[in-house]
């Protein structure tokens, strides 16, 4: 059964500390999302990526995070330095072209003390 | 700007009785909606999609959503709710295609016996 995989699935950190997040796409899927979770904003869209070339990042604090498809199995999201307000729960989803449904994981939790 | 509301933030339901959950978009264009489920500390998963055709669509686990373009809405419903049932649902609409989708803030369902 095809899934989107991402690690960690748990992360707790202290503020400054770099944190990597990682996304296993489903293999054929050439569009890839990653979405932020809070209980105040909803789903918000950090980024998106088609054929592994960025296409919208407007999501994201440019000064800290990046995100990245280094091959189409892999995309990562990076915060350094971590703030508490980066505390929540981060969503990798793809989808297949031309399709508009997208596939999530199932979340990295993350906790910035 | 694409944006979907979802009026209801917490519904509550007895074993047995029906379902329906509000949403109302805002899109320039025909667009493609979605309805999605999260059951806590999981991903998303979806329920049911509308493109184009028949304005009633059926999903998965017993659920169907309407269209109504006259009235921007796409609401959610279920002739007999379980007690699986219980969790959250965000409403969601995007473009053709595979762009982002912009997800509501989500209504979460209780159901008691």
């Known amino acids: 059964d095809a899934r989107v995989t991402q690690t960690p699935r748990d992360k707790v950190t202290e503020m400054g500390q770099e944190v990597t997040m990682r996304c296993q796409p489903i293999?054929?899927?050439?569009?890839v999302f990653w979405y932020r979770q809070t209980m105040m904003q909803g789903l918000e869209l950090l980024a998106y990526f088609r054929n592994r070339a960025p296409l919208d990042d407007s999501g994201m604090p440019k000064d800290r995070f990046s995100a990245e498809m280094p091959d189409a199995t892999l995309a990562t999201l990076k915060i350094q330095p971590s703030e508490p307000r980066d505390s929540a729960v981060y969503f990798c989803a793809s989808g297949p072209e031309g399709s508009g449904e997208l596939f999530f994981g199932e979340g990295s939790r993350l906790t910035v003390l | 700007a694409q944006s979907v509301t979802q009026p209801d933030i917490h519904i509550t339901v007895s074993e047995g009785a029906s379902l329906e959950l509000r949403c109302n978009y805002s899109y320039g264009a025909t667009p493609y909606l979605f309805w999605y489920v999260q059951s806590p500390g999981q991903g998303l998963q979806l329920l049911l999609k509308?493109?184009?055709?028949?304005?009633l669509v059926q999903g998965i686990k017993g659920f169907e959503a309407e269209f109504k373009r006259s009235q921007s809405s796409f609401n959610l419903r279920k002739p007999s709710v379980h007690w699986s049932d219980a969790a959250e649902y965000f409403c969601a609409v995007g473009a053709s295609g595979n762009t982002p989708l912009v997800f509501g803030k989500g209504t979460r369902l209780s159901v008691i016996a």
């Open positions: 293999l054929g899927h050439n569009t």
């Open positions: 509308y493109f184009s055709g028949d304005t």
